[in-house]
């Protein structure tokens, strides 16, 4: 059965106060269109900038996760991510009116029920996996962090944590079905050692902080003035540390609770990647940083696979569709500059055309002769030539026809191309042609690596 992507059926909101600013902010949750995946929207900054949920755009992991682009920074986002994937949920705009997400509870649970009041529906697009093949590992030893993902046919997430403390001992927790988010591992709040705790207090942090908000593991005998302070700091009539270590501030949902938080913490911050994973993560004393490092690489091999899955091939015993002579005949280039060799595959709505790169090009006599590299001009020329060669091939009668380029836009070089390097130019049609107008993005590859690419928009002009 085809799995759609969702967003929710109506806006909601939901408002509380920042764990660090101490100000109160509200979030706006919007449907969104497909494919477009999770966007915040800081809507108390001029032209309400939107940032993406996205690794690379994570600049702090101290006390949480923070995204910043252009100099805006929304703080705090794992709790809302971890409920908005543990939903299911694909696409989604988040709005907000201040740089921090709300503490809430300290869980997932307060947006979760949300977004169920809103309602999930689902959209008219097929749900992206990535499937995991083979494994992805991160370590950090200096943390003594481990973090693995293993092929699996469904996402499943099993943690450890160990904080090598009497009051908090090895605690282990699992997630086998994302079905069971809701219920399982939205409502575990967040828990803080008391050291953390006076740290944060003198330093003016967790302004929102409330005691409502976080499990407090206390590691020291306090005295009765500490507690009193404590109980002032935060506005309760007193605080007492019970017979397992933890403050009177709350009663534990689950006797693994702080694991499962934990576990929590690593939905959300991996639902940074940017897509849904078929695989099974287990990790070892996880954090807010492993997690994001774990999350770029798992991102960055997606990216490697889609590449490679791209990358055109061809098989050099197989007769091209156009060789140099019917090139010949549709180009009015001629050598030095012609620039494709063979076209590979065309059909109407892309070209994949070949250049053979050899030490006998008359360029490489002036241009770097004691470190030949192949004109990045020229590269975009031989793409377009590759262009235009789908783009003659639109019309009957080609040899009355010549086309110019109007526009190249995006242009990139992303690596060198030598003498030896086979360039393999792929063309596709970004709109169909109309009225002589041809629009295209163009990628070249040397092997499985991408090597240049270009949006490129020419004209077919009839010359005859």
């Not at 809103?118 to 030893?141: C, L, M, W």
């Not at 012609?338 to 002036?366: A, S």
Request: aromatic share 8%; charged share 25%; proline share 6%.
């Amino acid at each position: 059965m085809i799995e759609k992507q969702k967003t929710i059926a109506k806006p909601v909101l939901i408002s509380g106060t920042g764990l660090h600013t101490g100000k109160d902010v509200t979030l706006a949750f919007k449907p969104a269109p497909i494919n477009f995946g999770y966007k915040f929207k800081r809507v108390d900054i001029e032209n309400s900038p939107l940032i993406e949920a996205d690794a690379d755009l994570v600049v702090d992991t101290s006390r949480g996760t923070t995204l910043e682009l252009n100099g805006i920074k929304v703080s705090t986002i794992e709790h809302v991510l971890a409920a908005i994937f543990g939903l299911g949920i694909d696409n989604i705009l988040i709005e907000l009116d201040c740089p921090e997400t709300p503490i809430l509870d300290g869980s997932s649970k307060p947006i979760v029920e949300t977004l169920l009041e809103a309602g999930i529906v689902e959209q008219e697009a097929e749900k992206e996996y990535y499937e995991i093949k083979s494994n992805i590992t991160f370590s950090d030893p200096e943390k003594k962090v481990e973090m693995v993902i293993i092929p699996s046919k469904e996402f499943k997430l099993s943690v450890l944590i160990d904080y090598e403390l009497k009051v908090l001992n090895t605690q282990f927790a699992s997630l086998n079905k994302l079905e069971d988010f809701q219920k399982e591992i939205a409502p575990c709040r967040t828990f803080v050692f008391l050291h953390e705790l006076e740290y944060l207090l003198s330093n003016n942090l967790i302004k929102g902080g409330d005691l409502s908000n976080a499990i407090v593991f206390v590691n020291r005998v306090m005295s009765k003035e500490e507690l009193n302070r404590l109980a002032s700091l935060f506005h309760k009539p007193s605080v007492e540390v019970l017979a397992e270590g933890i403050l009177n501030n709350v009663d534990l949902y689950f006797n693994n609770e702080p694991a499962r938080h934990k576990l929590l913490d690593v939905i959300g911050d991996l639902a940074l990647i940017g897509k849904r994973i078929k695989g099974h993560v287990i990790v070892s004393r996880p954090g807010h940083s492993s997690n994001v490092e774990f999350a770029k690489l798992i991102k960055k091999q997606i990216k490697q696979d889609i590449i490679k899955k791209e990358v055109p091939s061809f098989d050099i015993n197989k007769p091209p569709l156009f060789d140099i002579n019917k090139i010949r005949e549709l180009l009015p280039h001629r050598p030095p500059f012609l620039l494709v060799d063979k076209i590979l595959e065309m059909t109407e709505t892309y070209v994949i055309g070949l250049k053979n790169v050899t030490m006998n090009e008359d360029f490489f006599v002036g241009h770097f002769p004691n470190e030949p590299v192949m004109p990045g001009v020229l590269q975009v020329e031989a793409m377009a030539q590759t262009g235009g060669i789908m783009a003659l091939s639109s019309v009957p009668d080609p040899e009355n026809y010549a086309t110019y380029f109007m526009k190249i836009d995006n242009v990139r070089f992303r690596s060198k191309v030598v003498p030896g390097d086979t360039l393999i130019f792929r063309l596709d049609l970004l709109t169909p042609i109309r009225r002589g107008l041809c629009n295209m993005k163009g990628v070249a590859y040397v092997g499985t690596k991408i090597v240049m690419e270009a949006e490129m928009l020419a004209q077919i002009i009839k010359v005859k």
